[in-house]
């Protein structure tokens, strides 16, 4: 699992909260040290830099339900 975030987004910190200690079991990269990345995250979010994307199975989901990705990360 691949986590897109920034620094100063309140979600990615709510995110990052939620989630507890799984949360070094996915991968979390910072949009504004790698320019791929927040490409990445341009192209599948109508051409904006929507934090956090977190790619699932291959899927990117925007903004997803912290329970949804909690739950995942168990699994995984």
Same mark, same amino acid.
């Given at each position: 699992?691949?986590?897109?975030?920034?620094?100063?987004?309140?979600?990615?910190?709510?995110?990052?909260?939620?989630?507890?200690?799984?949360?070094?079991?996915? #991968?979390?990269? &910072?949009?504004?040290?790698?320019? !791929?990345?927040?490409?990445?995250?341009?192209?599948?979010?109508?051409?904006?830099?929507?934090?956090?994307?977190?790619?699932?199975?291959?899927?990117?989901? #925007?903004?997803? &339900?912290?329970?949804?990705?909690? !739950?995942?990360?168990?699994?995984?």
């Amino acid at each position: 699992m691949v986590v897109y975030w920034r620094p100063g987004c309140g979600f990615c910190a709510m995110l990052k909260a939620r989630l507890g200690k799984l949360r070094d079991r996915a #991968t979390w990269i &910072n949009i504004w040290d790698d320019e !791929e990345a927040a490409a990445f995250v341009r192209s599948v979010n109508d051409g904006n830099e929507v934090v956090p994307t977190v790619v699932m199975d291959g899927i990117p989901h #925007t903004n997803p &339900n912290p329970g949804m990705v909690k !739950e995942r990360l168990k699994a995984a």
